[in-house]
């Protein structure tokens, strides 16, 4: 690639106007320089970089009175933490005046000057904790200190704790607008009441419990708050009404909406099957019967790809042909079983008559037949059998097997499965491949190879499963439910609810009244005619949703104010959100004030377009 070369002019300029000096001020002020005494130093082994300056003020003003010195009196000392170079901590060893203090009022009689972009009680450098702050505000207090690390900035998660209680939260008791919203710390154990401005939307409080006492006490503080953006919870309406009674509660639309879902959602599973069936343009009033099929249908274009032979398995790092039980038997059936416990058993006295015999000094095979319950020759078989020979007992008797059909596939059958393919799909590549056998078998081989060699014991007809005729058509009931609520139908224009939706209204009248009500409440509420709302009261007192129109009534201004007020709640949503993502970041540790904080900062860089340095404005000016 190319290196990118600026004009001859650009160039001039930059370079006249870019000096040595204006990089150093840039990088450490006006009244810094870099020390001529002594040069910088890299420790590579720890990671450090050590940058010696000093300053080249004339005066200063002393911090207890204010006033001007010009005295030199001696030298003072400071070893901030700078700018990491490289990934790597950098420190800056600072050689300041110290100045005499000519007021004779002064309660200090020398004082060392004071630096622009370094605490006096700090050592860190402003832009290091601003960039602190900065981290720790999106992510744990632990989390910020390890990325601090990794960048060169050592600080630990208690400092980083530290810094953000310096953040300046302010309250303006003027607010007009507000929302209000409870939030849980651990569900269903501990709750908090969050304020958000409505103008801006940052977070305002944080309040203990969701009773309504906290929000009493804040709101006798903010008597200006002339609207709330709420839930309908009642705590909250009875809060507001006995400290603000003239104040506007606007109901949340979402919740209202929320709850009418829940009541619709009651008359669907009262009156509307889960699955809802269709055949020939007709509603089934009962499932239709499943009728077996294969899962892979052997004329399937998926077996194209697949390539396997007889040949031998061969195992890949030795190289050598893989032994494996071919088979059909259930060794773990109880058949097999029994049979193991007649060879171990075998197996005993056989071993038990052998050392018998080795240890009697004129042993008697006659004597030895009659006590084992064996024949003469039984004995001497037992008596010259090889230890190996002995060993052979405890293992099945291969016999000699005779050839079938199903000697072709076994290898191709026995590699499919160490390969990881499903038994459904090898049963019909087998047949796809041209297996001429029974069916039974090659069910019976691929399920005994399966638990013989790898363990895994697979029913009958595996390969097979249940479903409906092709020809009916499966519709959910929640989807008929969705086409009812959602705001664009025409996204589900190819779907089969769309298609059908008129024979299932026709069907089922739970289907038209719950769309005939969800139809009216939606336009109304998000009409802008709040009237309308008492039509639709009246016309469903008495029906299915009879709970919900009196929930409705009695929290009715509120829920007319959502209706004609601009207000809406949505802004809460939006921060409890926020909310949610850093409780979550912090693990729960720190308390509620720390999370108030974190939050607060959050909201306050994220909506009104303030920066983190802005948050730590008053500590450094202290």
């Known amino acids: 690639m190319a290196e990118m070369t600026l004009p001859k002019r650009d160039r001039e300029s930059i370079s006249s106007s870019i000096k040595i000096k204006d990089i150093t001020e840039l990088m450490f002020g006006s009244v810094l320089e870099i020390n001529p005494d002594k040069k910088p130093a890299v420790d590579y082994g720890r990671k450090r970089v050590h940058i010696y300056l000093r300053s080249h003020s004339s005066?200063?003003?002393?911090?207890?009175?204010?006033?001007?010195?010009s005295i030199v009196h001696g030298k003072g000392f400071r070893h901030p933490q700078w700018m990491p170079i490289q990934s790597m901590t950098t420190y800056a060893h600072i050689e300041l005046n110290r100045y005499k203090c000519l007021n004779k009022d002064c309660p200090v009689n020398t004082f060392t000057e004071e630096l622009d972009n370094v605490r006096h009680n700090q050592h860190r450098s402003d832009i290091i904790n601003i960039i602190i702050l900065s981290l720790s505000i999106f992510c744990s207090d632990i989390t910020a200190a390890l990325i601090c690390r990794e960048m060169g900035i050592m600080v630990s998660h208690d400092s980083v704790n530290r810094i953000l209680n310096h953040i300046r939260t302010e309250d303006d008791s003027n607010i007009k607008i507000i929302g209000v919203d409870d939030v849980c710390l651990r569900k269903g154990q501990t709750y908090h009441t969050v304020i958000y401005d409505g103008n801006d939307h940052h977070l305002v409080?944080?309040?203990?419990g969701r009773d309504g006492k906290e929000l009493k006490k804040w709101l006798k503080n903010h008597p200006m708050v002339n609207t709330v953006a709420r839930d309908r919870a009642g705590a909250y309406a009875s809060a507001i009404k006995e400290v603000l009674p003239n104040c506007l509660q606007v109901a949340d639309r979402f919740h209202i909406f929320q709850n009418l879902i829940e009541y619709l959602k009651d008359i669907f599973k009262a009156g509307i099957p889960s699955q809802i069936f269709i055949q020939n343009n007709e509603v089934l009033d009962e499932a239709?019967?499943?009728?077996k099929c294969e899962i892979y249908s052997p004329d399937s274009d998926v077996f194209d790809d697949i390539h396997y032979?007889?040949?031998?398995?061969?195992?890949?790092?030795?190289?050598?042909?893989?032994?494996?039980?071919?088979?059909?038997?259930?060794v773990y059936s109880a058949k097999y079983l029994k049979l193991k416990e007649k060879r171990e058993e075998k197996h005993k006295i056989i071993m038990q008559l052998r050392k018998e015999w080795s240890e009697t000094p004129t042993p008697r095979k006659k004597n030895f037949a009659l006590k084992y319950g064996i024949s003469v020759p039984a004995l001497d078989k037992y008596l010259n059998m090889t230890e190996e020979d002995v060993d052979q007992v405890l293992e099945i008797?291969?016999?000699r097997k005779r050839h079938t059909d199903m000697d072709d596939y076994l290898n191709i059958i026995y590699k499919m499965l160490r390969d990881?393919?499903?038994?459904?799909?090898?049963?019909?590549?087998i047949i796809h491949i041209g297996y001429p056998g029974s069916l039974f078998s090659l069910e019976d081989h691929i399920r005994a190879l399966s638990l013989n060699n790898f363990g895994v014991f697979y029913d009958k007809f595996f390969?097979?499963?249940?479903?409906?005729?092709e020809n009916v058509t499966i519709i959910s009931r929640n989807d008929v439910f969705r086409y009812i609520t959602i705001k664009d139908k025409d996204k589900m224009n190819e779907t089969d609810v769309y298609k059908y939706y008129s024979i299932i209204e026709e069907h089922y009248p739970e289907v038209k009244l719950c769309s005939e009500i969800w139809n009216t409440f939606y336009s109304i509420l998000m009409g802008g005619a709040p009237d309308k709302l008492d039509d639709f009261l009246d016309k469903y007192e008495n029906s299915p949703i009879t709970p919900?129109?009196?929930?409705?009534?009695?929290?009715?201004?509120?829920?007319?104010?959502?209706?004609?007020?601009?207000?809406?709640?949505?802004?809460?949503?939006?921060?409890?959100?926020?909310?949610?993502?850093?409780?979550?970041l912090m693990f729960g540790r720190s308390g509620l004030h720390h999370l108030f904080l974190k939050t607060y900062a959050i909201s306050i860089i994220m909506r009104t377009g303030k920066s983190a340095s802005d948050l730590l404005s008053d500590w450094f000016c202290s």
């Open 288 to 291: 239709p019967e499943k009728c």
């Open 548 to 584: 919900f129109v009196n929930g409705i009534k009695k929290d009715i201004a509120p829920v007319k104010a959502a209706i004609s007020s601009p207000v809406s709640s949505g802004f809460v949503e939006g921060g409890n959100c926020r909310y949610k993502s850093t409780k979550r």
């Open 397 to 399: 008797k291969e016999y």
């Open 420 to 429: 990881h393919f499903n038994p459904a799909f090898i049963y019909s590549y």
């Open 205 to 208: 409080a944080l309040l203990n």
């Open 309 to 330: 032979d007889n040949s031998p398995p061969v195992d890949e790092k030795t190289g050598k042909i893989i032994t494996f039980c071919d088979k059909k038997r259930f």
């Open 59 to 69: 005066s200063s003003i002393c911090p207890h009175c204010g006033e001007e010195s």
């Open 463 to 469: 390969h097979t499963q249940k479903q409906y005729p």
